[in-house]
Every structure is written in C-alpha cells, then in structure tokens.
C-alpha cells in the first residue's frame, strides 16, 4: 500500500476520555473512531489488523472442522422467553420493538437461535456431531461502557456451537475447541493463559477462560509456580488448612474496643495481625433468613464460591444492616461467631485458628483468645476466600501467584441446559429421543486487537506481532522528491516485497523523516527499511525491528529484507 | 469438502409461504432458514455462496482504490437528526432506545456515520480524494417483508462513500465505481443491465441501478432495441411526439355515457381506442391546490416524474374524490380538460391528439371530437407517464422493450445534500473551506445471492455461475461401500482436485444414487463427476455440466476433469 493513497491520521495527543493504553494508542494510531458511547468504527488501519484476526479464527473453526454460519443479530423474543434468559439478561440486552410492536432483541449470543434451527433441521443421531460458528456483530448494553474496544456495546465475536449424542462426544469437542483455541492465540502472538473459570449466567458444567497476560487486564489469575495450575480467581479453589489446632489454653476475654469497627482498626488498636482476627459477615440464606460466613481477617469472600454454596442464597447478597443490626443487637463493625444468633459458616482459613479475635456482638467489644468449639459450636467448613498470592496451589504444584488478564476466549461444556430448556433431541440408534449435549466457544475478535496492544506497547506507540501487524513492513524513504536513486530503490524494493507476498507499506507521503518514523512506531508497524542517499552509497538499507533498541545496515537487496523478516526479533 | 461431515438439509417439499423460486429453492436445498419474519440465517452451504460474492465485491472494491471500513450498525439518532433524515426514514428505519433512554437506530445505511467521521478526520483537500467502503449488516423494518432473502429485514450490504473537492473528481469516481460494479456482475456471472434510475430519498443528481434480469424481478426496465439506451421505467424520459395536429374540422359534441366511468369502458361504449381519449388525473398542487394532469387513455402516470414537477406536490399524491367532486361538479369517472376548473398539465403524447374523447365534467357525459386550443387553453406540456413498449428510444437507439429485473447495486451522485447538512467541509490550496461533493455506492450482497437464483434454475434446482457456487465440483460415487476401486477412484481424484485449488465435493454418504444426484441438481453444483464400477472398467468416468442435456463418459484422470472445468459449459 502506498501511504499516499491511504489515511494515515494519527495525533500525539492523547484523548482526554481514553483511561487504558490500548484505548489511546488505537485513537491516536487512528485505528478506530468513536461514533456514540462504547460504538466504534474501524478506520482503514485498524481494519487491516482486526480482518487478520479474524481471518486467523476463520482458519482455525475450519481447520478443527467446524461449520460457518451467520445468524441474525435481531432475534425474535419468543427464542429468549422459551429459554428464560428474557428477564434473566437484565438491562445488558439490548431490546427492540419493530413497527409492528413486537420484540426482539439485539443478540447478545446465540444459543437460543441456534437451538432453534438445530431441533428444526437435525432429527437422527447419525447428522451429529455437528459444531456450527460464526463471526459476527453482538451487542451487550454494558451500564458504563469503557475502555474502546475492550468493553464496547457493538462488538465483533466468533461463536460457535457444538450438539453431542452424549456427554463424551462434547467433552471430546471440548478439547478439540480448546487446542483449535490455542492455536488462535499463539498465532496471534499474543501471551496467554487458559484458566479455569466459572460459568457465569451462561450456565453448565467445565468451562475456561483463554486470558491475555497485561496489566490493564480487568481479571485476576491465580497461577502456580510450578505452572500446572491456572484459574480465575473467581473459580479458584483454596486447600483446607491441614493444620492441628494447638489445646486451647487460655480463657476467652472481653476486650474493649470503642469506635473500632473495621478488621485493620481492631488489629492495629489490639496489636495484632489481620491474620489472627475471624471477621463474620452476614449475607441472605437460601432459605430467605440470614447466615453468618466467618473469614480469617486478611482474606476477602469469594461470591461465587458462596453463592454456589446450597445454603447461601445465588445471587449473593450481603444482609441489609438494618437487618442484621436487629438479629445482632449491635453494630455491623462488632460481629463475631460467639454466641452468634444466626447459623455460621467457616472457610477452612478461618476454621484454623485458636486464640483468635472476634467481635463480642457488643458495641464497642471484641472478644480474645476465642476457640472454635470451647466458645461456640465447631461451624460448617467450606471454601469460601478469594485465593491469594503463596496460598499453596489445589493442585500441589507449588504455591499461587497472581497475574492480571484480559479474558479473549470463553470454552464451555453447557451440557443439556439449553437443549433441554429448548427441546433439542434427536433419534439414537434405538429409535429412542435423546436430548443433545452442547458447547458454547466464543472468542472476542475486536477485543483480541484491544488487548495485544496492552501486551504489546511501548511509550513510542504499539508494536504489533507480524501476523495481525496493519502491514509486516514499511519502507521509509528519506528525500524521496529530490533523489532520483532513492524513489528508484524504494520503487523496487517495494514491488519486490510486495511480489514475495509481504504486506508491505511505502511511505511516499514526501513527509520529513522524523514524521514518517513517528507514524510508523506509533502504528507498530514491525519492520522498518529506510533508504536514504548515504546508505545507497555503500549499497545499504538501513533495517530495525520496532523492538529492537537500534537499526543497523544490510545489504540493499530484497533478499536481505526478507530474511531480516524471517527471524523472530524479539529486542 | 466430504458430505459425510458436512450438513446437507434438502426437502422435496416447496416450503408453503414462499412465493417466489429463489426464496423456494434457497429454502429447499438448505441454504437458509427463516429465524422470524425477514429474519434468515446462512446455513452453511448457503454462507459457501455469499462468502464467494462478498469476496468478489471485496477484491474488486480493493482494486478500485476504495479503503475498507467498519462502521457500527448502532447510530446515535442524534446524528440521523442533524441530517434531517430521523423523520424522514418513517417506519422502515428501525428505532431503539437503550438502558439510559437514549435514541439509536439500527443503521438502514451509513451517509451520515461517515460524514461525521470525515468531518473530523479530514482537514485539508489534500488529503481527498477518499472511497470508504464496509460490507455489513443493515437492517430495513419492511412493512410486510417477503421473498426470503430478495426483501429481509436484515440483510449484509457492500456500501461505499466518497468524497471529493469538486464535481468532476465525484463524476471521475462514479465512473470508476461503475467499472468496478460492472466488473463484480460480470465475475458472479449475473446477466446484467446498467440502468438509468431515480435518486429516491438517498437524494443527489446522478444515480444509475445494477439489475439482473429475471421474471421474478419487482422492477421494470426500459430497454432500447440498439441497446444503448436503458433505464428504470421509473425514471425513462418519454420524446415529445414529433406530429402537427391536423386543423380541426368536426365541432365538439356532448356525448352522453351513462355510467361509463373508466376509460376502458368509455372506448368500450363508444367504439374506441383507449390512444383516441384524453383522461384527467386531478393531484394535489405544489401550492396547496389541485392541479389536472391530462394522459393518453392508454397511458399510466409516471408519480416520479409528476412529483419531481415544479407544479406538482411532491411526494406525489391523488386528490381525494370528495376535493375533486366539490371541486368539479361531477364524479370522478367524468373529468376532462374542457371548462376544467382548476390548472391542466398535459403529457406529451395526450397533447399531440385531435378530435379526442374526454369527460364532460358532468356525471353520464363525456365529449367527442374535443380539441386543445379551440375547446380549451393549450395547456402547459411536460413528460409525465410511464414509458411503454414500443415507444421510440429517448436517444434515438430504436424503440424501447420492457424487461423485468432485480435491484443489486445502485450508485449515485449525491453531490453537497449531505456534506452541506453535516458540515463536512475542507480547506482547498486557496485555504478556502470548501464544502465536499459525496457520492454513494450500494450493492446488497445477499439479496444477489438469491437474484441469480432468479436468474439460474430448472425444476431440479439452482444452477451456480462456477464463480459463486457453494462447490464447484462434486464426485458422486455409485457403490462406495462395496467396490473398493470405486472408493479409490474416488479418493484419489477428490485429493487431485483439491491439490488443484478446485473446491471440490465427495459424497461420502452412502446414500442412492438418485438421492446424491437430487441433492446435487438441487444444490446447484456446475459440475458432476460420477465414478461407478461399469466405466472404470472402460478407465472412465461420467461428466456433467449441470446445464446440459446429458452426461457423457471422459477418461478416468483428474487432468481430463480439470479440462472440462475449464470449458464453459451453456447447455
């Protein structure tokens, strides 16, 4: 492409309402424009990357043998009533009446839609399995939307959906998704993670997360050190704590503790560590009344794992403290399990201390030296925490460091959910009607471009890996106007290049080099070639890789080009 | 692709609510599936078909120099309201509010998206000219769609925009974009007619339409016998006859014609042409008033060309019987030109008559031998019908023949109409803001898909133009399971095919002879390759062209197949 006859329209500035790097570099870079709030276009530039991406997904579903399709974005509300997921997606989904007054809704995923066409068109056991995919516009009408094209309302995703005779055939589809999915990742240069995950209000059994590794990234991972373990930390288990508690010695005392009312007050005032406290929160019981979760003093509850505990109302719901107050007697900050009213439920963390501090359920008291068993019952164990950084991993492979990502790709196995909820069956080789089994894939295509650029950045702008790079390379010219041998050069090096199949650019713009070079970094184009007057003089093009921390000469032939593009820089 | 894992979803049966062949055969042979009303999804041996015309418009609209874009499907209304276009679009434009409240509309098309976008990117005439083109979703609320595919709701067009400093670098453009667009009609293999047309409400000077000729078509084209002239009938100018009228002999008589109302029953009555009688059509004025438009009995008003008078509202509108009795004195079977009470335009070809019949604007009455000038003021002369056939040409290139056709592009001159409105301007070499000429460029890429289904079918099914065929080839085994040279065969000139880059079938199904063959025809397939056991002995294999007559038997090698696929084949 000749950058003459292609919009470059990049700024220095950065954008006032951009808060993460990928966000500024895309404005600035002139990859995407803002048309309304989390609704983005895709200028020339940017396309070129988000087209490679997707073309990438595209070879991938085909090559593990999945099926393209392209479903409508409108779906009519009868599909989504017939699921229960109507009232059950909230305000996120975007809802729609048509002139005739009836409603639909602007697809957030398409399961429903899916299953649909499925119970129509599949009747024998011998049309599976069957796994369809598509890439194509969503829209999740996210209350505050942010970030561009990380948490954008309109977004471009692949989906795919596979229907089994059985639970093997879709834990066998399964893995086959999961290895087309690495692929997916690893081509498109990007460091990630696949994590164990929950299932969210998509449902079903085993499900993962494929995260990119940055800092800006929204989640947190817990990973191992020995690397056989990863999981959201949403859906990260923690060990019981196998310790014996030590005889308890001394007796239960009555502290005085005015005005202390939160964990870090009552530790700093009583001298203590946040890790000899138990803190009791109160949340809503599955049986409508309360119940009392005990914590150790440092560890935060992990809301799923609670609310996927039978006893524990889902959703989570802490207690009004008004409520608690009257169950209490006392203020929320002076809760403890000691003579609790309510029935307590203890993570293992907490169920492990002797000696610990409380709260007396008396204003302005805690109590020391508390013992499970001695001073209340031995409560109900679980695991309830957020893992933490050295907690031992669950698996035995070391012990748990945390990494921030940015969740690119979403595996489940969704079982007979929706196929049940949606009649899905077909006849088995006994004539017998069998209800499917189904998987759900989705990877967030325009997101994958958003978040390799917060992997994959420096101050001078992104730096894209050569398979979803806007172009691989760009020739930058220097005096092109006023040198005959250098356009000549630059003339011929770009049809050689181009003849050798690479995406490359030419910078005839007739900017000053320090513009051209600013474009170029901020663009992140990977591979540089300048050809200037000097250079030529002693048959040289000067090359660098965006990550390399100095450019060098080469011979100024195409040849030594492209084998400058065949090895991996990596700076 | 192997059948055996790959869904084909054929019925026999014509599906009952779809009333045109393509809608019947694209549902038949499983290319679609209705998800609710003008709401399809691409199944996919269908998606096979539309990817290879997306393709085709893609590389051709790359080729042209136009720049790829995607821009979302959500607009704020806000933008549509500074067009003026919010109220315009009516219901067919397909409104939504989101969680906040706030008015969107799913995009019927993108003149205003880009305009803002440009306004905010381009500064200066340097940087013109610009062609952005998206291929994407849209969304049009039909009041009653139909058709499947040809009239969705929902549908994926390829739409361009450009934008110049001038009117002859828009004119310049345009003609590059109808070369391109007869470039893709040319590669689909439609037959094809570039056509003069009306602006509509995209509005703008110069516009011209892309039709495929099928009899299904919902437009009627005019056609000159020397075929340089071609227009939608919509939008053909009719010449001015070129008679003198000979001088007037017989006096005007009072005829009477109790309860002959129409004109077919006053020709009918008296013995007539319907071409020997004036008929008086009474609209509504472009002052408020009511105004008579006077036509040949034989002709049809063209309600474009009378809304696009000066004299004339526009949009055009019939005044109400009760106005027009009022007004007249009579019913509205009775109207004429003589002692008319409000103003008379007369279209050409009613105006070159003598001795005319017309109504008396007296109930039961009409009037005989009438003529312009002697029996009432020569009224004013314009082009008002419809253009018929037989007609001379307009440019003089023989007479005209009607021909029915499909809309799949339309390409327009939309001049300043929108950049004015939307303040899309730049600074010429003067430093002078300039206000930027925009042309559009349409082309509704699905619905081709079901035009040349319109256009290419038996009663056995669709029949592909190579190009745009779901598989180019497919080989149909007869006794797969139990003749292992058969199995051979086929395996061995599947893989020779695909090594040759052809997209090529195998029906591994096992399935009769006669159910692989209908699915084929159904499908469409341009080429069938049957191997059986009886040719092979000869080294032999049947060749099929889906159009021909019949089979016939060519040596058992790929190359031999491949030479066929090479020739063109018209049956």
Redesign the interface.
Known sequence: MRLS???I?TTKETPADAEIVSHQLMLRA?FI?K???G??????VG?RT??KVEAIVREEMNRA?A??????????AELWRESGRWQLMG??M?R?K??HD?D?C?GPTHEE?IC??LR???KSYK?LP?N?YQIQ?K?R?E?RPRFGIMRA??F?MKDAYSFHLDAEGLAAEYDNMRAAYARIFTRIGADFRIVKADSGNIGGSRSEEFHILAGAGEDLLAVSSEGSYAANVEAAETLPVSVTRPPVLKPLARLSTPGQKTCAQVAEYLKLGLDAKVKLLVAKAADGGLIGIALRGDHQLNEIKAANHPKIASPFELAAARDVEQAFGCEVGYLGPVNCPIPVIADHAALALSDFVCGANENDHHLGDANWGRDCAEPEAADLRMIVEGDPAPDGSGTIRLLRGIEGGHIFQLGQKYTQAMNVSVLDDNGKDVTLHMGCYGIGVSRLVAAVVEQSHDAQGMIWPDAIAPFTAIITPIGLDRSESVREAAETLYADLLAAGIDVALDDRGLRPGAMFADAELIGIPHRIVIGDKGLAKAQFEYRHRRAETARMIPAQAEAVLDQLRQTVTG
């Not at 099926?67 to 009519?76: K, R």
Request: aromatic share 12%.
């Open positions: 006859r292609f919009p329209s002139g424009r048309l309304g709030s609704l983005y276009s895709w200028m020339p396309l988000l087209k043998g099926l393209e399709v392209l479903m409508p974005s409108v779906h009519p305000d996120e975007l729609i048509d002139r009836n639909y602007y839609v649909h066409h129509q068109d599949v049309q069957l369809y516009t829209f009408d209350r309302r309109e471009l």
